[in-house]
């Protein structure tokens, strides 16, 4: 504006300087290459912006197929560490169902065995990764679920008395059975 004052002003008086209006004319020229290029970078600066805030949108969807993944696998690895484990004396455990005697003749010779449909909701449900010792405090116990017996050990309080079982190796003890029936003897 102050531009094109001057040049009226210029023509107004008649006076007219070659040179003068040589540099008017350059900077008439500069003045609309800058406002092409604001112009531009205008529209490079919005289209920058949709960008940005589609790439925010594909970062939020990730963020929660990445949730829900983190989730997913959070809960399969809790299905893999979950065990059940029952103790009692062989009464109990006959009483709620999980133990009975098979075979023999008489009352001779008869060998205790898991019944098949036992309810698991008579167990108590653990994470074979935090479970490390099954207190018992009997005189004695037999593991009635098949364990390696290297993988655990039975830990006496004294000569009478096992006051626990201890899981040496859990990948080894759980590896046979994700259930475990302790029978107490009192």
Partial sequence: QKIASLNAQLKKAGVTMKALV??????EASVK?????????????????????????????????IAQQTETINDQIAEMNKAFLISGTFKDLRDRGILSKEGGFLGIGRKEALIEDFNDSLFAQIDIT?????????KNVKLVTEHPSGSYELIRQDEKTVESIEIK????????????????VK
């Avoid at 040589?22 to 900077?27: G, H, I, M, S």
């Avoid at 935090?130 to 009997?138: E, H, L, W, Y």
């Avoid at 994700?178 to 029978?183: D, F, Q």
């Fill in 169 to 184: 190796d859990p990948e080894q003890f759980w590896k046979i059975s994700k259930y475990a029936v302790v029978e107490l």
């Fill in 22 to 27: 040589d540099k008017v004319a350059t900077l």
């Fill in 33 to 65: 290459q800058y406002e092409s290029d604001i112009n531009e970078m205008k529209v490079a600066l919005a289209n920058k912006d949709i960008e940005i805030n589609q790439l925010n949108t594909k970062v939020t969807g990730l963020d929660q197929t």
């Fill in 130 to 138: 935090q479970t490390k010792i099954i207190p018992v405090n009997a």
